[in-house]
C-alpha cells in the first residue's frame, strides 16, 4: 500500500506559524537583546570569512541577518530563511525600516527549499538548525545552496543538564501540567544537537573540516523581562494561555520560584552553553 506523502517539519511549522511564531514577533526586542552575543559572533565570521552572498537559517525576525547585512553593505547581499510567516513578515518590515536593500527574507524550510544550486558563499545560524525532523537531508540541501569552498557556521544549544536556567520553568511546572511531555533528546526543538558527535554524523556525509567547539555566553535578564519570558515564551508559556486562572496562577508561582537562584545584583544571570559549529563546503 502507497504510504501517504507528508511534508517534512509539519509540527514545526504548525508551531511557528501561529501561536509560537507570534510570540516571538511581540518580543522580538527581548529575544534580541538576550541573543545579541550570539548575533555579534556571526556577524564577525561574516565580515572575516570575505564572504559576499549570506544564507542565515532560521532567522526568525531576522536580526542576525540584518546585522551580516549592515556589515557586507553596500555589495554583500543577505538571505533569511525561516519556516514562520509571522516572523519573516517582521523581518521584512524590519529591513524596510531601516532602509537595508541588501537583505532579503524567503518564508520556507530549509529541509526541501529549492535554493539556486551553489549561490551562497556562507551559510549561518543562531539557534535555527535543530528543528529538521530529517537534520540530514536538510544539510545535504544546504551544502547543494552553497558555493565549493563555502563555510557553514551555527550556533546550537548543548545539553539540558548544561543549560538549567533554560529547562527551569519546566522542570517546575512538571507537577502541575501532566501534557508537558519529557523531551525526546534527539527530537526537533532546543537540544537536539546536544550530542556533539551526532552533529558531526550528521554534517559528514556532505561538509568537509567540521569543528565543534563549546561556547559558553553568559547571558542577563532585567526583572520585566524574565517576567515576560517566563509567562510568554518556551514550552510552559505555550501552555499557560489555556490554562484555568487556578492552575495558571500556581504554575507561575512555582516558575518564579525556580527562577529565584539566578537571581543575582538585581538580575537573572545565566550561562548559555552552546556548540559553535564550523564546517566547509568541499
Not at 509571522?86 to 523581518?91: G, N, S
Not at 535543530?130 to 558555493?147: G, I, K, S, V, W
Not at 501540567?177 to 558527535?197: C, I, M, S, V, Y
Not at 518556551?234 to 494561555?241: A, E, I, Y
Amino acid at each position: 500500500m502507497t504510504q501517504p506523502h507528508t511534508q517534512p517539519n509539519q509540527a514545526q511549522s504548525a508551531l511557528w506559524n501561529s501561536r509560537g511564531g507570534e510570540v516571538w514577533v511581540e518580543q522580538q526586542q527581548l529575544l534580541d537583546r538576550l541573543f545579541l552575543p550570539f548575533e555579534r559572533l556571526l556577524s564577525e565570521a561574516v565580515a572575516a570569512s570575505g564572504a559576499r552572498s549570506i544564507l542565515d537559517i532560521g532567522c526568525g525576525a531576522g536580526a542576525t541577518t540584518l546585522a551580516a547585512a549592515r556589515r557586507l553593505a553596500p555589495e554583500g547581499r543577505c538571505t533569511g530563511l525561516d519556516i514562520s510567516g509571522p516572523l519573516i513578515t517582521a523581518a521584512r518590515r524590519r529591513a524596510e525600516t531601516e532602509g537595508l536593500t541588501n537583505a532579503h527574507f524567503i518564508a520556507g524550510d530549509a529541509q526541501d527549499h529549492a535554493f539556486a544550486p551553489h549561490s551562497f558563499d556562507a551559510v549561518i545560524s543562531r539557534f535555527g538548525v535543530m528543528f529538521f525532523d530529517d537534520p540530514t537531508a536538510a544539510f545535504a540541501n544546504l551544502r547543494r545552496a552553497a558555493r565549493d569552498g563555502g563555510d557553514l557556521t551555527f550556533i546550537a544549544w548543548r545539553g539540558m543538564a548544561e543549560n538549567p536556567f533554560m529547562v527551569a520553568a519546566e522542570q517546575a511546572s512538571d507537577p502541575y501540567l501532566p501534557a508537558l511531555a519529557p523531551r525526546e533528546p534527539a527530537a526537533p526543538g532546543q537540544f537536539a544537537f546536544a550530542d556533539a558527535q551526532r552533529i558531526r554524523d550528521i554534517l559528514k556525509p556532505e561538509w568537509s573540516d567540521i569543528d565543534i567547539q563549546p561556547l559558553d555566553v553568559p547571558c542577563t535578564l532585567s526583572p520585566d523581562d524574565l517576567t515576560t519570558y517566563a509567562g510568554r515564551m518556551g514550552r510552559v508559556g505555550q501552555m499557560l494561555p489555556d490554562l484555568d486562572e487556578a492552575t495558571r496562577t500556581t504554575v507561575m508561582q512555582a516558575v518564579n520560584q525556580a527562577f529565584e537562584p539566578f537571581m543575582i545584583d538585581g538580575v537573572a544571570r545565566f550561562t548559555a552553553a552552546c556548540w559553535l559549529v564550523r564546517a566547509r563546503a568541499g
